[in-house]
């Protein structure tokens, strides 16, 4: 069953909280475009779009707008006959926008219907903050007049908000020079309200009498190439100010056109639905922007996690490659093996007469308790070491990757010198673990004798010397170590060895050994997948959650299934 689309104000206010809350935290490439773009679109969503479907016959708003210097605020006060808003030669002049409506249409703009983000303020002097909004007789009902601030304004607050008014406007009065029509500025925003479909006059001000029909066509000319033949073009010729306004004649144009427009319900219904429609037409391309950035982020967080994976991962190869590798069995351990197993004749006789270890296991494994105990903590030191210096190398390698990754720098900024090493409580964890692991060992040696009770009476005296042995032999290899060190630490492992296989039985004793490394592998693991949590949290807070992406992409689909079951 086929459930029916969602109304066109619902499904765009969804939407719009969707972009609101778009995860965009990573410092990547584009991102604050993207996060511009999206704020731009929440607040055309709910400064103009939102207000203007739930009230298509409220009055139209008219935006004067344009470049620091044009005269927006005199031709404001020229249209009213009247100073209502700030004009002089100090820039930034326009501080706080002014909305100018009839007496009748005070309560269609004294709530937060339109710009509810601006709070509103009335009274003479100078505002600087909010929206000012005053009435005039100057202006029939159906019609509101709105001074913005300088689009290229030095104050970058004023330049966001003049961005803002402009795509709260029913219709743009966008005000250039004679000197300055060619700019760029102005010019990117009249290819924006080209996109949006922005119904759109243009009044070209400061024209010298004998230039103005040259000047006129030719910026007749780019707005035809530009896509804007549609606008309309009102030209003001360079004469003196009576009053600080210009002359009657120079602005009875424009004034007569906007009263035209707010005396035909179905002229100002046109220019409503022009620019409703074209607002509604550019979100495809807007959102989908918005939607490719998010998904960027996802991919920057997928390489940063896979920067810190590989480096731990190669932390965790380099703790097995070290226990293979015989590295341990060098220094402290060798010297408390060699005290342990013993050396020379004992050694010797240990391995000619394999039949006469069951009469020494009890004495050899039971006669040098501190012994056993000073090889255990030998080797759980030399394992805590390697543990230390493989956490320190991966934290170093992930931070040398995160450097040249998007948004890594970002994720960095203030925390560098904590990550590039091991967390300090690293190293207490790291000898738990050993500890733990060795326990663990002992463990399995009681549970390998448990049973055989001939055996288990012999081990019962010596378990700790007997899973030392164990240890050793889980680092037993002579990939680490050269000359004298490969006979005494090869030759005695093969002795301890051949002690246990006395005991258990030589299959046991290689399973034995492989299950106690492939514990002490998972402890690594387990140890080292915990320390890389540090950098994995920062991505997971930073990256987009789940599902985020295909809830833009749902939203965006539900407004296009709203407008299409509106028409």
């Known amino acids: 069953m086929s459930t029916s689309a969602p109304r066109l104000p619902d499904a765009l206010e ?10 965009l935290h990573l410092d990547v490439p584009g991102r604050d475009d993207a996060s511009r773009a999206a704020r731009a679109v929440v607040d055309q969503v709910d400064d103009y779009l939102l207000p203007r479907l739930r009230d298509l016959d409220a009055p139209l708003l008219a935006v004067v707008g344009g470049s ?22 100090l820039r930034p002049t326009t501080r706080a926008p002014v909305l100018v409506c009839s007496p009748a249409d005070r309560d269609a703009f004294a709530g937060d219907r339109v710009l509810p983000g601006l709070a ?23 019609l509101a007049v709105l001074d913005a601030p300088d689009v290229d304004s030095v104050v970058e607050t004023n330049r966001e908000l003049a961005g803002q008014l402009l795509a709260a406007a029913d219709l743009w009065i966008f005000v250039t020079t004679a000197a300055r029509y060619a700019d760029a500025v102005p010019w990117e925003l009249l290819r924006t309200a080209q996109e949006r479909g922005t119904a759109l006059a243009v009044v070209l001000d400061r024209v010298p009498p004998e230039a103005t029909r040259e000047i006129a066509d030719d910026l007749t000319g780019m707005l035809r190439a530009a896509g804007l033949s549609g606008a309309r073009l009102f030209v003001v010729e360079e004469r003196p100010l009576n009053d600080g306004l210009l002359p009657e004649d120079q602005v ?10 707010a005396a035909d319900q179905e002229q100002r219904a046109a220019v409503v639905r022009q620019t409703l429609a074209g ?37 965790c190869t380099s703790v097995s490659d070290g226990v293979a590798g015989g590295a341990l069995l060098r220094g402290e351990v060798l010297a408390r093996w060699q005290e342990f197993v013993g050396t020379g004749e004992w050694m010797r006789t240990l391995q000619g007469q394999v ?72 190293p207490e964890r790291a000898s738990a673990e050993v500890r733990n692991w060795q326990g663990a060992v002992l463990d399995l040696v009681r549970s390998e004798g448990a049973g055989k009770r001939t055996r288990a009476r012999t081990l019962s005296w010596g378990v700790n010397g007997a899973g030392a042995v164990v240890m050793v032999a889980v680092f037993a290899s002579t990939g680490g170590l050269t000359g004298g060190e490969v006979a005494v630490a090869g030759g005695t492992t ?23 490394r492939k514990d002490l592998e998972q402890r690594t693991d387990r140890l080292l997948t915990g320390e890389r949590q540090r950098f994995d949290a920062l991505v997971d807070a930073a990256a987009p959650p789940p599902g985020s992406i295909d809830d833009l992409r749902a939203a965006a689909a539900e407004l296009s299934a709203a407008r299409r079951a509106q028409r």
């Open 355 to 426: 039949g006469r270890l069951r009469d020494r296991i009890t004495a050899t494994l039971t006669g040098r308790p501190s012994a056993g105990a000073g090889l255990q903590q030998a080797l759980e030191s030399g394992v805590e070491v390697l543990l230390r210096d493989a956490a320190d190398e991966a934290a170093e390698r992930t931070v040398t990757a995160w450097r040249g990754t998007p948004g890594g720098p970002g994720l960095l900024a203030g925390r560098q010198a904590e990550l590039e090493a091991a967390a300090p409580e690293f």
């Open 68 to 89: 620091t210097g044009a005269g927006k605020s005199t031709l404001v006060n020229s249209l009213l006959g009247a100073h209502v808003t700030t004009a002089g030669v």
């Open 252 to 261: 009875e144009p424009l004034r007569t056109w906007l009263h035209g427009l």
């Open 14 to 23: 969804a939407l719009r909280d969707r972009l609101d809350e778009a995860p």
């Open 120 to 142: 509103r303020t009335t009274g003479e002097g100078e505002v600087t903050g909010g929206l000012r909004l005053l009435v005039s007789d100057a202006l029939p009902p159906g």
């Open 279 to 315: 607002a509604l037409d550019s979100l495809d391309a807007r959102v989908d922007a918005v939607v490719q950035a998010v998904v960027r982020q996802a991919e920057a967080a997928d390489a940063l996690r896979a920067g810190a994976e590989a480096a731990y991962e190669r932390a």
């Open 494 to 516: 093969a002795v301890g060895q051949r002690v246990l296989e006395a005991v258990f039985g030589d299959s046991a004793v290689r399973a034995l050994a492989a299950r106690a």
